[in-house]
Each structure stands twice: as structure tokens, then as C-alpha cells.
């Protein structure tokens, strides 16, 4: 139903009262201008909110009136902050004045303000609930819905009407334990970031490690103190005379400091040898602002994902966490390692639906592929197709000699590697729609997993035991086909359908939440916190 009726069926109200002249006396509603001028304007607006909505659940009764209102909305507004939201998006420092003014500057003025703070309020209600900017217009490469308004209208007008904003806003709030997380590690690192500096730790020719004793160890613990670790540094008993007690050599590199740098290498997606070498050096230099900017920027990415709750059934690839996660229909959760597309093959932002499974696949390679790896090796050694086990096609799949074939310009011939093991895809491939080509496969190099740093693929995700994940899903659709049976069969390129869909979400997070519930720091392969931290500093118009 068009929003717009029930408010205009209470205007036609307003107009017949008038009409046939019903005034009240002392009881009369002082109001009642203040409502024509408010109806008036919301008339002539083109609203993307849902302003009138939000006048609806309160008879259309105005709701600003006061300063003890406006206080309320400021107050409550200034609690953005909380989620890396600036207040300022919203004219919150303005408000007040601006309704002191409205109040001696008559009917219409004040209407005005009213609409004004409403759209303040319902701005920020929206971008807390799914994003301060639209992610399909930031990224050529975003393959998912922005997600709808997911908040009651009803409760927001529940606290308006006790003027707690905050509990207002809260209802808009994404209703998920990682943003949870994350807005208390935003917390816990601006207040981390405000304390007095710390001294960096020094290049060096050779890591620090367990047994080392030198000036930089004691920068190393003050360093691993600032990101949180607790007692790496001892009191100074000369401090104390009174206390027979000697504390241990801080220049020393000794196990629990060994200890506290793997956690700290956990976090940030390193190898966990306990060794500060030039990687370990680096992350441990960032500066804890830079990491509250980091925080700020995926706060925003939490909310273009939703309200998904987190024991929702389906696949979720954190692209940047180099991890796959299938919470399944029973709530069992199932996890494995991934490899995904290399900076100059970013893997997209994905939503979609996995609708079947390929296995013993052939490979068709896709044009860019072609175009920049397989043809240069072509026009060296044509030989190389047939020791790659590639076959040339037309479009109809029909075969071709590679002979007759012009190299140069290849026109209308396409590449395809038989199934085998030296295939990329390996022996199963997970489909899902979507505009890229992208899915989710098997690998011959199973060693790619064991590394740190998995963003090694041409774009789309190699999977460590597939097979198993791809019995579960079979499982969990309710079918009783079993993978290796399915497998062992001659039939190449067989499809198997799932009996029904799974949702599947690939994104992009540069920083997240772990199992533990400790928010990693992770790498920016692909370059975008750049493009999102721009984006947000910009001053953002309120719809309208």
C-alpha cells in the first residue's frame, strides 16, 4: 500500500473538521497549525526516509517542540560516535540553535525544524542500520544487495515518545555479536590511541626472538603493552626498597614474551613463530590511530551486511580472513581455509545462492586468464596446449587444430583443460549465480593452504577439503548422494544439483572478529579501506 494514503486520509480528516467549523474552547489543541504546516511540507517533499511513517505512529502529532526534546535528539545523536558515525553528518551542533529560532519566527518556520530534525533522526536510523554509503556505488565489484531498512517503526516511536534516543537508535543497530565486538574494540582502541606515544621498534639485520637480549626487546614489550598485552612490563623494584624482590630483565626475550608475540601475530594474519622479523616489525609499528580508522571503516562494512543473525544457516568466505564458514542447518558450524584472487584479481563482494555442484570438472579458461597468462606461453611454444592437456573449441564446443589457429588473433576459439589432476579446479567445483564467473573449487596445490597469506588465486576461491564441504551440503539439502561415489565415475563435467538452494556471502573485512572473539587485523590486499575511509570523510546530505 502507498505510505502516502492513511497521512492523507487524516489531512481530508483535518479539512472537514475545519469545514463545518468545529473549534474547541480551552481544551482547543494549540497544535493544530503546527500540524497543517508540518502536513503541508511533508506534502511537497520528495522523501526517500520514511517520514511519514515515523508521523503516523504518532497520530501526526508533532514531535520537536521543546528543548528538552532537542537536547534528547543531540544527546542522543552524539552517541554515533560510539559506532564511528561523526554527529556532525546530521547538523547536530546546530539543532539547538535552529529550533530557538523556529520558535519566534512563526508557524511555517517551525514546521521546518520539525521536518528537519526528523530527517536528522531518520537519517541516522538508516545508517546505522545498513551503511552511510551505498558499497554498489563505491565498488564496480559488488555483486549483493544493499540490505533493506531492518528495524521497527514502532519501537523507534516507542523510545522517540520517552525521548531515549539512544534506545531508538538501538533498534536500527545491527543485531550481531562481530559488531558487538567491533564497536567495543573502536572503543578500547581510540582510548588506547589517546595515551602518550611509545617509541617504535627499530629496522634490524636480524629478528628478535626467545633468548635475545638487547634495548629493542624492551621497545618490543612496551609496544605488545600498548596493543593490550597485560605484565610484559615489570615494576622497577628500585621503586620499591622495601620489597625483596628482583624484577626480570626487560631487555630480555624470554618465553611469555615469545607467547605474547604469537597472539599478536594471530591477530594479524601472521606466521605464528613468536620471531619479530620484518613482517612482525611492520604491524607492530602501525599506529593505534591508523587502527582506529581501520575499526571505523569496517564498522561500516558490518552494516552494509545487514542484520544477519549470526547462527543464520549458510556459506560466508571472508575474502581478507582467507576463511570459509558454513554454520549449517542443524546450527553445527564447519570452518576451512581458502586461498582467493591476488590484488591484481581481486575475488568480488558476492551474495547469491549456491545451486549445484561440477565434479570431475573440465576448465574453460576465462579471457582474462587467456588473454594475460595462457596466450604469451601459446606464441612461445604452441606444444604447450598439449602438455597442459588443453584443447582448442569454437563456440559450439566443436574441436580445433591448434594449427589452424592464428595466435596473434585468435578470434573465435576458446581453451578448455581436460579433467584430470593437474586440472586448476581440481575434482569438484561449487556453483552459485553471479556477474563474475566466480566459484568456489578444489585445488591440485593443496600446499597453498598452509600458507599465511593466501591471496594467490586469478579470482576465484580455492577451498581446503571441498569434498567434505561439499558432502555436507549434499547432506544437509537432503539428499543421499554420496560425494565419492558420485566422484569415482567416469562421467566428466557431471552436475549435481543441490535439492535446495544455500546462501552463500563473500566480503571483503579488513578487520573482524575471530572464534575467540579477538578482532584480527588483517592485510589489505585489495586496496579499498582507502576508498571507504574517503568516502565516509565526505560530508553526507541528508536524503530528502
Known sequence: MDERQPLRRWAIGVALCLSVGVVGSSGADTSLPLQEALQARLAASDQRLPVERFYEYRDHQPVWTTAQSVKALMAGLRELERDGINPDNYAVASLMEAFERSQSAGVSAQAAFELQASQALLQALDHLNRGQVNPRKLAAQWDAERPSRGYSMARVMEAVNQLD??????????????YRQLRAAFADFQSRASQSSVPYLDRRDESLQLGDQHDDVLTLRRRLTRWGEPQLLAANSQAYPHIDAEAPDQRQFDASLAAAVKRFQRRHLLQEDGVVG??????LNVPLSSRVEQLKVNLERARWMGGRPDDAPGVWVDLAGYRLHYTRPNGEHWQTRVVVGSPRRAT????????HLTLNPSWTIPPTILREDVLPRVREDVNYLDEENIQVIDFDGNPVEAEDVDWQRPGSVMLRQVAGNANPLGRVVVRFPNNHMIYLHDTPAQGLFQLSQRALSSGCVRVEGVTQFAQLLLQDTGSSAQITRLMAGSQNDR????????????HYLTAWPNAEGEVEFRPDIYGHDADVQSALSQPLRLSG
Open 165 to 178: 534516543i539512544a534506545a531508538a537508535l538501538d533498534q536500527a543497530r545491527p543485531d550481531s555479536s562481530a
Open 278 to 283: 620484518e613482517q612482525t616489525r611492520r604491524a
Open 348 to 355: 568480488p563482494v558476492i551474495q547469491s545462492a549456491i545451486t
Open 495 to 506: 552436475q549435481v544439483s543441490l535439492p535446495q538452494r544455500v546462501p552463500i556471502a563473500l
